[in-house]
């Protein structure tokens, strides 16, 4: 589940290095892996490798010299000059007996497989020139493409296309994915499956990098994952509170509601205006409706410890109503989820918001924003710089807030102020419907009733929100999300080995 940088990966093959195992015994390796994921890949057919100058054309080496060694017809196109590899590429190239071919795209010609070694993670300039003109051509050849490590153009720390990327059919890479291989665009150019092969690095190298980024599966958060007690009861579950928006806009908080009750809160109450009040209680069954129109109000309501996490934003109204509720909220330091309305309503004085933020004890605050209002609130971080990733503008709004952030889209990143961050990639795309993110802040608010930690209870909110939309399928309208997640939860048990 761990993610590391082109950094630390670098670091990991040098500790390895240190530890006594060469690195062309781990480029031997790496080869081998990607010369069995190509034999899979395609059964017959010459099979043609793209190489580059360093160590991914190193591994591009070893892997056409096992495959021609299994009987396969392999070609090679080298990027430079071969007198001029250097280090273990050159050691590799010594491996490949046969001539290399001119790097141009007319030699390409019609393989039944392009190995892509042509650059590795590490690129973190434009692709100009011929290797832009090859990486064209190989994507307009038509024939599949194994990628080794990432597809070349893809920068592996931020996921940027720079200038031009290979769009792969597969991908293969070593020990731990990185960013790239779950951030957008990257994500798109890795193909159907990216592969993780054990090429010799021992794990126990974690222990001393201490990566801060992981990928967001069960196993991130197997430890926090609440599960009922056969002696509990609902008030052992936590009580949730969701605050609805007027007459007008009562829906987008009953999604909310509804997401806190499935997600596991023992009960749900919405905090309703009088005049929406029989609205939202002809709509609710379970959930419980209480009439709130006041900040005073709200306020005096919050007053029963019981009700231990809230939900707000969704459809709330956009000003200084909703603003206040949030900052009474926070000053009875309550578990909170702001999404939505909530977070537009600080967009003239963020500092504010992060302010009351930091000054609450222990804060347990997770705030859900989209693209579209994340720069409401981080307007000077919020730059889609080629080089600054959305890991990375996450972090730093974590830092600023105070908060959780989780910043939604096809690639969900949640992020703590300690510099924690995981990267959700099981979002389809049918999951970006009307009133979607609702649903999601209301989960997350189920966990918190629960108990659950912020940085987890996101975590884990954002895997179900994916997980839920896989199993309704395409054509999936939000309120489906709801009722799909017991057959998501009883996957999860499945997993973990919780009777049930």
Not at 266 to 291: I, K
Not at 354 to 383: C, M, N, W, Y
Not at 462 to 491: K, N, S
């Amino acid at each position: 589940m761990e993610v590391l940088t082109t950094a630390e990966m670098e670091r990991a093959d040098r500790l390895t290095i240190a530890a006594g195992i060469p690195g062309f015994a781990l480029m031997l390796s790496a080869g081998q892996a990607v010369a069995e994921a190509a034999m899979d890949l395609v059964e017959e057919g010459p099979i043609l490798v793209v190489a580059g100058s360093g160590n991914n054309g190193g591994d591009g080496f070893v892997a056409a010299a096992e495959l021609a060694a299994r009987g396969r017809e392999v070609s090679v196109i080298l990027l430079c000059e071969r007198d001029s590899l250097q280090g273990d590429a050159a050691s590799a190239a010594k491996g490949w007996k046969y001539p290399v071919l001119p790097f141009n795209p007319q030699a390409i010609g019609r393989p039944a497989l392009i190995i892509d070694a042509l650059f590795g993670a590490g690129l973190n300039r434009p692709v100009e020139g011929d290797p832009f003109d090859m990486i064209e051509a190989i994507n307009a050849n038509g024939a599949p493409v194994l990628s080794v490590d990432l597809p070349s153009g893809i920068n592996g720390t931020t996921g940027a296309v720079m200038g031009a990327a290979i769009r792969a059919t597969e991908t293969v890479t070593f020990f731990r994915k990185k960013p790239a291989h779950l951030l957008l665009p990257g994500r798109m150019h890795c193909g159907r499956r990216v592969r993780v092969a054990d090429i010799g690095i021992d794990a126990s190298v974690l222990a001393e990098i201490q990566p801060q980024t992981f990928e967001n599966v069960p196993s991130a958060w197997r430890k926090s994952f609440p599960v009922p007690r056969i002696d509990g009861h609902k008030y052992a579950r936590g009580h949730a509170v969701i605050v609805s928006g007027d007459i007008a806009a009562t829906g987008a908080a009953r999604l909310a509601a509804r997401g806190a009750l499935r997600a596991g809160a023992g009960l749900v109450t919405l905090a309703s205006p009088r005049e929406a009040l029989a609205v939202n209680a002809a709509a609710l069954t379970a959930v419980m409706v209480r009439s709130v129109d006041s900040v005073v109000e709200f306020g005096e309501l919050l007053t029963d410890k019981r009700l231990n996490a809230l939900g707000i934003g969704p459809g709330a109204g956009v000003g200084d109503r909703t603003r206040d509720l949030v900052l009474t909220a926070l000053s009875a330091k309550r578990c909170l989820v702001l999404d939505a309305d909530a977070l537009t309503s600080f967009a003239e004085a963020p500092d504010r918001l992060f302010e009351a933020i930091k000054a609450s004890h222990d804060p347990q605050v997770v705030l859900t924003p989209h693209e579209g209002e994340f720069p409401r609130l981080f307007s000077d971080i919020s730059s889609k710089h080629p080089l600054r990733s959305k890991l990375e503008r996450v972090r730093a709004a974590a830092e600023r807030s105070g908060a959780i952030v989780l910043l939604k889209g096809p690639d969900t990143v949640v992020a703590s102020p300690d510099g924690r961050a995981i990267i959700a990639a099981n979002a389809p795309p049918w999951l970006a419907t009307a009133g979607a993110g609702d649903v999601l802040a209301g989960i997350v608010a189920g966990f918190l009733a629960q108990g659950v930690r912020a940085y987890e209870a996101a975590s884990i909110g954002a895997w179900m929100h994916g997980e839920g939309a896989r199993e309704a399928g395409p054509g999936l309208i939000a309120e489906d999300l709801t009722e799909v997640l017991p057959a998501v939860f009883r996957r999860l048990y499945d997993e973990f080995g919780i009777d049930y």
